[in-house]
Each structure stands twice: as C-alpha cells, then as structure tokens.
C-alpha cells in the first residue's frame, strides 16, 4: 500500500507529465482498439465512405482545385458525393493513401481521429474545469463511447464518426467566448470549420447544442457585452474559411432537385427508439446484449453521472457539469417515439432523420460529468490511480465486447467490396442523384451510348471522367450523353465552348448544329473555383492573426 501511495503521489506531484501519461494509455487502447476489431467487416456506410476517399485520391492526382466526380460510379455515368458531403478533412489523409492504398488511408484516418478525440477531450477539459484528473477520465470515456464505436465500426459512418474528434473543441470555443478569454473566439471558428468540412448534419446538431448553452449562460455574455462582439466574429469568419465546401453545395443544391429530397433513405418516424431499446442502450457494453446492437449510451457513462449521487457541494463548475447532463438526457429522450417531433419547431429538424444522432452530443456531457464527478470524490491520489486503472480495464472490456458483438452481427450482412447494382453501387440511398433520373436500373439498361435525333454518333470513348466522340449531322440537334447531370459540366464542339443542359432523364444534354469532334468533362463552376482560394486564404490569414495574438499575449501586451 505505501508503494501504491508514493508512486500515486509521485504521478500526482508531477504535473506536466501528467498529459504524456494520458496520451500513452490513450496510444494504446486505440491501438488495443484497432486490434480487437480485426478482421475489418463493413459496416452499413463503410464502402460509400471507400468511395468518397478513393475518388479524393484520384482528384488530387488530377485537379489543383480538387474539382472532381466519382466517374467510377454507376457504370460510368457518374456520381457528385463531394458537392453535398465535404472532403476538406480527408484530404491529408488521400495524400497519405496515394503514397500508400485505400484501405491503410481508411484504417490510419480512423486511428488518427480515434487519438485526436482524447487529446482534444483532455485539453478542452483540463481548461474549463481546471483538472487534468477528470479531463483524462473523461477523454477515455467519450473516446471509447459505445455511441462512438457504432458509427466507427457497426455503421461504418465515417464521416459522424470524425465529426466526434471536434465536438470537445466547439465546447472549448464556446466556453472560451461565454466565460473564459473572449480573444480566443478563433477556437470556435476552427471547430465549427472542421465539422463543416467533415459532417453538415453534426455540425447543425452542434450550433443547435451551442445555442442552447448560450441561452442558458446569456447572463454571463451580457455582463460583458464585448463577448457578443466575439461571438458574432467567430461565426462571420467561419464563413469565408468553409467557403471550399458551403458555397458548392449551396450551388448544388439551389441548381437542381435530389432524391433526398423526394425519397429519403429513412424518414424521422422509422428512426425513433422504443423506450425499451433506450433504457436497455444505458446498459449496454460490459454484458453482451441479447439483441443486435442498437445506439447506446452504454454501462460506462450511465455510472458516470449516477457517481452525481455522491457529490455533495455547489460550485460554479459543478452546476456547469449537471447543466450539461440535463442536456444529455434531453438529447437522449429526443430520439424516442414520445417526442413531440411532428410539433413545430421540432418538425423543422427533419433533415436529421435519424434522432439519435444526438447521443454523440449526450455522450459528450455525459463522459465530462463522469470525469469530473470521479475527480470530485476521490481525493487522495492512491483511490485516483486505482480508479483511474479500473476505467482502462473497463474501457478494455468495453471494446472486447463490441468487437465481438460487431463480428458475430457484420459476419452475417455479407457486404461485397465490389459496387454492384443489388448494392446500389454503394452509394447508399442513392441522395445526391437529380430526381429526373428515373432511376439507376433505368441508367444501366440504357447503357454506355449517346442518345441523338438526327445524328450519327462515333468513336466514343472514355478516359476516366472526359468523354469524347464524333457527330455527324446537318441539322441542330440535342445529345444526351452517359453522364448524371451536376452543375459544371464543361462541352466542347471543335475546341469551342458550346452550352451543357439537364435532359428530361436527368442526365448531361449538349446541343449541336454541325458535325465534329466532342469533349465533355466536369471542369467545375467558377464559384468552386473561388471557393477554394478564399479557404486557403482565410485559413492562411486565421493562421497569421492567431500567431501574432499569441505574440502579443507572450510579451505582455
């Protein structure tokens, strides 16, 4: 016991190692994580997301301005997943995977972000509640959150999963503005960003969550009123800096109509959770479930904010901890069939669709309050280090189970890698295709072939995305060609410009008036084009005035 005691105290005395000691048990549970679900078996959305990083990787050998398609989709015909579904945060990650392959860039992005989320959890707890005890605890907990797991590996929802490596530093950017250095609305502005550019539906759930926590500290920011100065900044900057993804989808989106729009893939009412499936999910992960998995809070967190319990006091830090677990329960409550989510303003999230996408929020909350409840009861270091050891092991287990949960349920989807038409090529509910498509069994009996009134078509060739052939005609006429229409289709006529349409079929439609040689490619819009610049230069100038505010603070001033 005394050996327990002087190591403890040695751990707790030094403080600056207290972060390394916290990144090297992080280091290997994700490590121990990756282990235990191997073999890899996709999940729902796994392949969608191999596409999405494919098709970056051959945009980045192909385009300056990474304006690309998926011109592997659909026999050819095409598929725009990056103008509605952001790309900007796998782009290090396509780098990697063309000096490597696809499937290490899949498996090292999800690695990376698995690390990234405890490390950004430790640091935005440690500021706010001034703990690097309750900032570890809690870091492992929403790191390794059931929640988590489901969209890493069951559902294979790369792009939720990411948008979890952020969420701590929205928080930390909020709290910043609301309560501590107002000056550094910049954290803010980067994590709204790098949500943006991964995920647009968890970054709307996100502004919803800050919104609330600014309603609910609104006394705060108008003692001081510079704070509502800061926080418009911080959401006026966002905008230039997401331009790459916001303003081409916007285009998209404003240019055309999608089957989402008409034929979601799941509606709000198929989503909610019975009361059972709740209850049972705030228990699940030590003890294998009897049922196939569903989304969870999970055992760990449940025990977290019971230990609110024991706690005895008030304190500023200790409210702002049950506030969020108020908000957590919510969230929670939020994805059962007895929200009233046919009232209005509910009705109006609608594009959700699947409610219980808030658990990532309740998660959050949930694994903060479990940190800092656990800091607040154990005092001495000896209880510390044996809870905080006793969490791992948790955690370990936690992951065991799943994985084999996760292999005993995927083993039996039997989803094929390859992109067949039983699988619909992959490409999930089809969304982003314009709904005059009539459909894709319609694109695939129609074949690789330019439809004409009066023209004679040949030599039609394929080249990745660049389509080329030769016409014959004497009278003008309209081609409908092999490719899904998306705005920013470039056609050329003998080298000259000539006007690119949608058909009747939603498919690219050119018109011509003599014979000659045709290349039609997607060459992107000029707002894609500027898009871009203005990002790299908002990014490169939120850098510059972020360098020279941490001068000013190094020398005093």
């Known amino acids: 016991m005394n050996l327990l005691r002087d190591i403890a105290d040695k751990i707790a005395a030094k403080k600056k190692s207290h972060f390394w000691i916290f990144f090297f048990v992080l280091i290997l549970l994700s490590l121990a994580m990756v282990y235990f679900y191997l073999p890899f078996i996709p999940g729902h959305d796994s392949y969608f997301h191999f596409r999405r990083l494919q098709a970056l990787m051959d945009g980045i050998k192909e385009s300056p301005f ?5 011109y592997t989709a659909i026999e050819g015909y095409g598929y725009f997943t990056k103008g509605f579904y952001p790309d900007f945060v796998l782009i290090p990650f396509a780098i990697i995977g063309n000096l490597t392959n696809l499937d290490f860039a899949y498996h090292f992005t999800v690695f990376t972000m ?6 950004f959890t430790y640091i935005a707890v440690n500021r706010i509640y001034k703990s690097s005890y309750a900032a570890a605890i809690s870091a492992i907990l929403y790191t ?15 792009g939720e999963a990411i948008s979890f490596t952020f969420v701590p530093l929205a928080i930390l950017g909020i709290y910043e503005i609301i309560k501590g250095d107002y000056k550094k609305w910049y954290i803010l502005t980067i994590a709204f960003s790098l949500l943006f550019f ?3 539906l968890s970054t709307l759930l996100m502004f919803i969550t800050v919104v609330i926590l600014v309603l609910i500290y609104y006394k705060s920011i108008l003692k001081e009123p510079k704070r509502i100065k800061y926080l418009i900044i911080a959401g006026i900057v966002t905008i230039p800096v997401i331009s790459y993804a916001l303003f081409p989808m916007i285009e998209q989106l ?15 009412e198929d989503s909610l959770l019975g009361t059972s499936a709740i209850i049972s999910g705030l228990f699940m992960g030590i003890i294998y479930p009897l049922r196939t998995f569903t989304p969870a809070i999970g055992l760990l967190l449940t025990c ?11 304190s500023a830090r200790l409210k702002s901890v049950d506030t969020g677990v108020i908000i957590g329960l919510v969230y929670v409550c939020m994805s059962s069939y007895w929200f009233p989510w046919s009232m209005f303003p509910f009705n109006k999230l609608a594009i959700i669709q699947i409610p219980w996408r808030l658990y990532e929020f309740a998660s959050y909350f949930f694994a903060v309050a479990g940190g800092y409840y656990l800091a607040l009861l154990l005092k001495s270091n000896p209880r510390r280090l044996i809870a905080g050891g006793l969490v791992v092991i948790c955690t370990l287990f936690v992951l065991m189970n799943d994985a084999k949960l996760y292999h005993d349920t995927r083993i039996t989807e039997d989803i094929k890698r390859e992109a067949l038409p039983e699988n619909r090529y992959h490409l999930i509910g089809l969304e982003y295709l314009p709904v005059k498509v009539p459909s894709i069994e319609y694109l695939i009996e129609r074949g690789d072939s ?9 030599n039609l060739k394929r080249d990745k995305a660049v389509i080329t052939f030769h016409t014959e005609t004497n009278r003008t006429d309209n081609l409908e060609l092999p490719l899904i229409y998306y705005k920013g289709y470039t056609a050329k006529l003998n080298g000259e410009n000539i006007s690119v349409s949608e058909s009747d079929n939603g498919l690219v439609q050119i ?12 060459g992107g819009t000029t707002i894609q084009k500027l898009s871009w610049i203005i990002t790299l230069l908002s990014i490169l100038s939120l850098c510059v005035y972020i360098f020279f505010s941490k001068r000013k603070i190094s020398r005093g001033e």
């Open 511 to 522: 018109p011509v008036n003599k014979s000659g040689d045709i290349k039609v490619y997607y």
């Open 254 to 268: 404003s240019s055309n109509s999608f089957y989402y729009e008409m034929n979601p893939l799941m509606s709000m």
């Open 198 to 200: 991964n995920h647009a």
């Open 114 to 119: 698995t690390v990234l989320c405890g490390v």
């Open 66 to 70: 990474l304006i690309y398609t998926d």
């Open 144 to 158: 390794f959150a059931l929640y988590r797991l489901l969209d890493v590996f069951h559902r294979g929802a790369l």
């Open 450 to 458: 330019v439809k004409s009134g009066h023209s004679n078509i040949s």
């Open 304 to 314: 977290g904010i019971l230990l609110r319990l024991f706690v005895s006091g008030k």
